[in-house]
């Protein structure tokens, strides 16, 4: 074949990412047809196998699906979708039950299951595998059954170019094939995002910078509608060491009683919390940040000396071994830690049904915003909402997307124009501009965000338009969809003039009524364009 013509493959689900709601929308879609599972890296890798804490699931004895309901609400800070919420708690329990049935293994102890306990929870109910490596486990476990599931084909290091759209229905997408060394057009019936968050674009982030957002931005190009792109949720505990690499220190840790010092070695979330340093995830993040503020300080620190060894070293086995790469030996040495961007609760706005505004196009677990969030998530509820929505993404493409596909041929004459190789300066630029932007948003759009910072950063953003950007070279369309994700965050922030959640405005530090509604955003003739909406 002509390196310039593009190869051809049809599917019945195109399914693009690999975490869990990936690897279990593909598992469970291969009962229904044929499935092609596309990963930008290996399908091992992925965010959701670095999730430590864990799976939250009411199914412990004390514990019930009204009280998990309720505590999600709490912390959601009144945008949560009810249905949305009342779905994940309710089915979510069936889909860990079915993942128990089929031998996955979470961690027991004497009298049963291990529960582990974080922020806002108020009954132990975290399911957790391998100590703190519940990700890992659950990632791996998946895995294996991908691997030999012969309905699913694998393409792995393929990067997804566009969907293909017309603005109303998705045919499929375009990929870079490592495998095929080519582009190649997959014309499918149904496509499932799945491709997680964008968090590892702030440069201080508990996600790898892979995790860019390319599936919502995926998603806008094709007309997709996005939301709540505002909430960033920090993570109050990642490891801030001068020169060391940061990584998540998990909330668990605190579950079990680790304690949050400033650097006189002082407790202080008192001050801030009856719940101290198991108040809900905003609350510790904000009052760790204001500690470091107050003391021109670049940390604090999370001090476990009072707990027992035994329980830091098995337990916590990863965080132990990890620390003591850095010199630390946790159950003597405190740990420096500083809140980090962490989770993206805003994204492609879908039902509870996993469907886009776009026919065809379903979406789910963090790249998705089925609205079980609302402003705040409550800990260890991500790895559930992919379970629940990814399994609700299959059954509604098996009952609306039955019909075959045909990719319209002015869309494929548009993808044989992309050019996959760029320039050395091209490539060079685009690596200066994202370092710009994470810093960027890192700096201005961070936890504490006010008109004048705000201002700052979208003059930072829109001052790359005047490069010239080429929408055929996968480079330029790579900065485009940066820029587009960077500004949405940004722009939503500056829009939402009230504290929330996970968004907090220093000028505007109370919640309002007025804002009990959601930014939408749409590419409208080639412009973002916002509107609002009570759901
Ligand atoms: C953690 O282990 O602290 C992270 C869990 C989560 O983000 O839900």
Redesign the pocket.
């Known amino acids: 074949m002509n390196k310039k013509d593009i190869l051809e493959i049809k599917t019945d689900f195109l399914i693009i990412g690999s975490g869990l709601s990936g690897l279990y929308s593909a598992i469970y879609a291969s009962r229904f047809g044929k499935v092609t599972l596309i990963t930008k890296s290996s399908i091992q890798e992925s965010n959701s196998y670095w ?4 799976i939250a699931a009411a199914i412990n004895e004390d514990d019930s699906i009204e009280i998990h309901k309720k505590d999600t609400l709490s912390v959601g800070c009144g945008l949560n979708n009810q249905e949305a919420v009342n779905t994940m708690v309710t089915e979510g329990t069936e889909r860990v039950q079915e993942l128990i049935d089929q031998g996955m293994n979470f961690d027991r102890a004497e009298s049963g299951f291990d529960f582990g306990i ?1 922020g806002g929870h108020s009954r132990r109910r975290i399911l957790h595998a391998l100590g ?1 490596e519940t990700g890992k486990a659950v990632v791996d476990f998946l895995c294996k059954e991908v691997e030999r599931n012969n309905k699913i084909t694998i393409y792995e290091n393929s990067f997804v170019i566009d969907l293909f759209s017309d603005f109303k229905t998705c045919f499929g997408c375009l990929v870079f094939s490592d495998k095929e060394k080519n582009k190649v057009s997959i014309h499918s019936k149904a496509t499932i995002l799945a491709t997680g968050g964008g968090c590892g674009l702030y440069s201080q982030s ?1 996600n790898p910078s892979s995790t860019s957002g390319d599936g919502i931005a995926l998603g806008l190009n094709a007309g997709a509608v996005v939301k709540d792109m505002e909430f960033i ?1 920090f ?1 109050p ?1 990642v490891f801030s060491k001068e020169g060391a690499q940061n990584f ?5 840790i605190r579950g079990e009683g680790g304690q949050l010092v400033n650097h006189s070695r002082t407790r202080f979330m008192e001050n801030y919390s009856k719940q101290l340093e198991l108040a809900p995830r905003d609350i510790v993040a904000r009052a760790i940040f204001n500690e470091m503020r107050t003391n021109g300080e670049k940390n604090v620190f999370l001090s476990l000396k009072h707990l027992k060894p035994s329980l830091i070293k098995n337990r916590f086995k990863n965080t132990f071994e990890l620390c003591l790469r850095e010199g630390l030996d946790i159950t003597k040495d405190d740990i420096p830690v500083s809140p980090a961007a ?2 993206m609760i805003g994204g492609i706005k879908t039902n509870t049904s996993s469907q886009t505004n776009i026919k065809n196009l379903y979406a789910c677990g963090e790249v998705a915003c089925v609205g079980a969030h609302g402003a705040n ?1 409550l ?5 559930l909402e992919c379970l629940v929505f990814a399994r609700r993404a299959v059954d509604s493409a098996v009952k609306l997307s039955k019909k075959e596909v045909k990719i319209p041929k002015n869309l494929i004459e548009k993808a044989k124009k992309c050019s996959l190789i760029s320039s050395d300066k091209k490539v060079e630029s685009y690596l200066n501009y994202r370092i710009l932007l994470s810093q960027t948003i890192n700096n201005y759009v961070g936890i504490l965000r006010n008109k004048k910072d705000l201002l700052l950063a979208l003059n930072e953003i829109s001052s790359i338009k005047r490069t010239n950007l080429d929408e055929f070279d996968l480079i330029d369309k790579r900065l485009m969809n940066l820029k587009s994700l960077t500004y949405l965050i940004t722009k939503s922030a500056l829009l939402r003039e009230e504290s929330r959640g996970a968004h907090i405005r220093e000028d505007f530090s109370n919640e309002s009524s007025k804002w009990l509604k959601h930014i939408n955003w749409k590419l409208n003739n080639g412009t973002l364009r916002f509107s609002y909406s009570k759901q």
């Open positions: 999730a430590q804490g864990g974080e703190n508990s949720q993570h505990t998540l220190i998990s909330e668990a962490h989770y998530r800990a260890s509820n991500s790895l």
